[in-house]
């Protein structure tokens, strides 16, 4: 459940990072279906509108949350990133799934305060709700203008794996085996 970052806006749709997610579970032993829930533009109040609908219909076994940057973006306030991320995390578990937060970081010219609360939005949820974190979803891709479309925001294809890098041993350690792998 994610924004433009997670639903691979300005890459092919093989090359996004969920993709790449889907096939490395299929090669490391996970039989898990991937649904990828993410709408380019999302903010959280999107997402908190839509994630009922696709936790009933889906019920999946983890969720995970990537949103918030469009919220940073837009100046919206942090406490209503809160409340809305809030409301999400509480929404997965009472439906039985895990929840993997992506965590978000927005550049500084937006003041130090509202900075830094952004992400502490993040870090609060994390620790108070006990959701397992992982702590800049865009880390060592946001500054790497090699890994970066030409808007400076969106991570290009190169960008992809990096991603899925930095989930990926966070989110190995929610999963269950399901099959050998020879």
Same mark, same amino acid.
């Given at each position: ?39 380019? $533009?999302? #903010? ?8 009922? %609908? &696709?936790?009933? =219909?889906?019920?999946? @076994? ?67 709700? $006990?959701? #397992? ?8 891709? %946001? &500054?790497?203008? =090699?890994?970066?479309? @030409? ?32």
């Amino acid at each position: 459940m994610g924004d433009s970052l997670s639903a691979g806006y300005g890459v092919k749709v093989d090359s996004g990072w969920v993709a790449l997610l889907g096939k490395r579970l299929a090669t490391q032993g996970y039989d898990y279906r991937i649904v990828n829930g993410s709408v380019s $533009g999302e #903010t959280s109040a999107g997402g908190k509108v839509r994630l009922p %609908a &696709l936790l009933k =219909s889906h019920q999946p @076994a983890i969720v995970i949350l990537e949103l918030g940057g469009n919220d940073g973006l837009r100046g919206l306030p942090n406490a209503q990133l809160r409340s809305n991320l809030s409301t999400m995390i509480d929404a997965a578990h009472q439906s039985g799934a895990k929840v993997l937060l992506a965590g978000m970081q927005i550049p500084p010219n937006y003041g130090q305060a509202y900075t830094a609360g952004f992400k502490a939005v993040f870090d609060d949820l994390a620790r108070t709700k $006990g959701v #397992t974190l992982v702590p800049f979803f865009l880390d060592g891709v %946001a &500054l790497d203008a =090699s890994l970066l479309q @030409a808007d400076n925001l969106h991570p290009n294809e190169a960008g992809q794996p990096r991603m899925l890098d930095n989930v990926w041993p966070r989110l190995r350690a929610l999963l269950k085996p399901t099959k050998q792998v020879k």
